[in-house]
């Protein structure tokens, strides 16, 4: 089992740039495959950003693509978002989720993932 806290969420404008993590504590972190999803007032929640237990295999939303960068450090037990060249559409609760497994084939339902963090909030001004 792992527990999974998020942090570094805030207020930027439009254009500028914002780092999210999400530490995890529990055994067995590398074997975890990790994903950022998002949740706008009135929305469903989406993918954002997968990356699979070695690091080696990261997937991306279309609507993120180019300025999003999902990082992890198996060493330190985190998962990192870089958020750069933001948008006010990208404004939402950003919730991290873990789902098990040594595989590098990436998902993106959330019916995949087993562990959820509490979420942040990022709001992007225009």
């Known amino acids: 089992q792992v527990q999974l806290v998020e942090s570094g969420g805030g207020t930027v404008q439009a254009g500028g740039s914002l780092r999210v993590s999400c530490a995890a504590s529990?055994?067995?972190?590398?074997?975890?495959?990790m994903a950022w999803f998002r949740q706008a007032p009135g929305k469903v929640r989406e993918f954002v950003a997968a990356?699979?237990?070695?690091?080696?295999?990261?997937g991306y939303a279309d609507s993120v693509k180019g300025r999003f960068t999902i990082s992890r450090d198996n060493a330190k037990n985190t998962v990192d978002l870089q958020m750069n060249s933001l948008k006010p559409e990208d404004t939402a609760v950003y919730y991290c989720?873990?789902?098990?497994?040594?595989?590098?084939?990436?998902?993106?339902?959330?019916?995949?993932?087993?562990?959820w963090g509490q979420g942040t909030q990022v709001t992007v001004s225009s």
């Open positions: 529990g055994r067995s972190f590398s074997y975890y495959a």
């Open positions: 990356i699979s237990w070695s690091g080696g295999t990261t």
């Open positions: 989720a873990a789902k098990y497994g040594a595989t590098n084939i990436l998902a993106t339902s959330r019916a995949s993932y087993n562990y």
